[in-house]
């Protein structure tokens, strides 16, 4: 069965870095485009960053553009998401998500399979 498990999150203080893992397992993780998305207390869920397929092409929501860098390692079935200058505002649970027609949009009912979150909590 194919699953996504995040990691990485916790308390950071603002300004710090954060690097979220996404391991995909029991399914061919190459074809997928990823993506990550938040939800942040009380709001909806929103798009963070995608990548396509083979990682050679990458979206940023406008909140965390320069700030965040979403990559891949298709050899360990892994996606990641840096994440730099943290402010409070990017407190929130993370998720990310799989794409098995490797479209990687905006749009989170065009994924198909999601993890079950990873919690980052800024600090002031």
């Known amino acids: 069965q194919f699953r996504l498990v995040e990691s990485g999150g916790g308390l950071v203080q603002a300004g710090g870095s954060l690097i979220l893992s996404c391991v995909a397992q029991g399914g061919v993780w190459r074809n997928y485009a990823v993506g990550w998305f938040r939800q942040p207390p009380g709001k909806d869920r929103e798009f963070v960053a995608a990548?396509?397929?083979?990682?050679?092409?990458?979206d940023y929501g406008d909140a965390v553009k320069d700030r965040f860098t979403i990559s891949r390692d298709n050899a360990k079935n892994t996606v990641y998401l840096q994440l730099n200058s943290v402010e409070i505002e990017d407190t929130a649970v993370y998720y990310c998500?799989?794409?098995?027609w490797g479209r990687g949009n905006r749009w989170l009912n065009q994924y198909q399979t999601w993890g079950q979150g990873t919690q980052v909590t800024v600090s002031s």
């Open positions: 990548i396509g397929a083979d990682g050679s092409i990458r």
């Open positions: 998500a799989a794409d098995r």
